[in-house]
């Protein structure tokens, strides 16, 4: 993958958003395959009615809130969990094809699949003899 490809749009430590629950920029890992960029997210707490991915202008954008539950009839009585808000955006390049990108969430782990435009993929050449 080339650095111009799919650069961080905005990279920040965990901070405080208007409602106090601090932000924070997930960990991502991305790979690339001839067919796509394979961007990997670890949003730990965050279920999809949650999550927000979004394409615009060039940008890939993820926001979710992640919030700790207590068990049904139960009280926290402590809490080492830093849990909040998740905040992340990319610059996509002009490889990847915005309106075809799918996602799925599982077990707080978001799976981006970024297709690249077709004018971009390797292609054979046939030759004849």
Same mark, same amino acid.
């Given at each position: 993958m080339n650095e111009k490809t799919m650069q961080t749009k905005k990279e920040s430590a965990p901070t405080a958003a208007a409602d106090s629950q601090p932000v924070f920029a997930p #960990?991502?890992?991305?790979a690339e395959?001839? #067919? $796509? /960029?394979?961007?990997t997210a670890? %949003?730990? @707490? &965050?279920? =999809?009615s949650s999550l927000t991915v979004e394409t615009a202008n060039g940008v890939l954008s993820i926001e979710a809130? =992640? $919030?700790? &539950?207590d068990p049904e009839g139960a009280q926290s009585v402590r809490r +080492? !969990? $830093? /849990? @909040?808000? !998740?905040?992340?955006?990319? +610059? %996509?390049? +002009?490889? &990847?094809e915005a309106g075809a990108v799918? =996602?799925? %969430?599982?077990?707080? &782990?978001l799976? %981006?699949? /970024?297709?690249?435009?077709a004018e971009v993929k390797p292609r054979r050449v046939a030759v004849e003899a």
């Open positions: #960990e991502v890992d991305v395959t001839t #067919e $796509a /960029l394979i961007l670890n %949003l730990p @707490g &965050v279920d =999809a809130t =992640a $919030a700790l &539950v +080492e !969990f $830093a /849990l @909040g808000r !998740f905040r992340r955006s990319f +610059e %996509l390049g +002009e490889q &990847v799918t =996602a799925k %969430l599982s077990h707080g &782990v799976r %981006l699949v /970024l297709p690249k435009r």
